[in-house]
């Protein structure tokens, strides 16, 4: 497991979470290559901001995932309304 954070002026509430969960940690922009030696069975992404491109969506043996409060492509964006 390993977490990507988004860049430092839009990080909320995550000061540390990498060290509480042991896990490595990058931060946005990164690349597949950065975490390619993990092996992820699964991508989860959970309001994250960008889009992750094929190179990113072939890393995974099983899936990716990506949780988002509003309906899409209707609420897209970072505030929808819901």
């Known amino acids: ?7 430092s002026e839009r990080q ?7 060290e509480e969960l042991d896990v ?3 931060t ?3 690349t597949p290559a950065d975490v390619r030696h993990l092996q992820p069975d699964c991508l989860l992404s ?3 901001a960008h889009r992750f491109d094929e190179a990113w969506l ?3 043996a099983w ?3 990506n949780l988002h409060p509003g309906l899409l492509p209707y609420n897209a964006g970072a505030n929808p309304n819901v």
Do not use: E, N, S, Y
């Not at 497991?1 to 860049?7: C, K, N, S, T, Y």
């Not at 909320?12 to 990498?18: N, S, T």
């Open 58 to 60: 072939a890393l995974p």
């Open 12 to 18: 909320r509430d995550v000061d540390g979470l990498g």
């Open 28 to 30: 946005w922009p990164c």
């Open 46 to 48: 959970v309001l994250f």
């Open 1 to 7: 497991m390993g977490l990507v954070l988004h860049q």
């Open 63 to 65: 899936r990716a995932l």
């Open 24 to 26: 490595p940690t990058w």
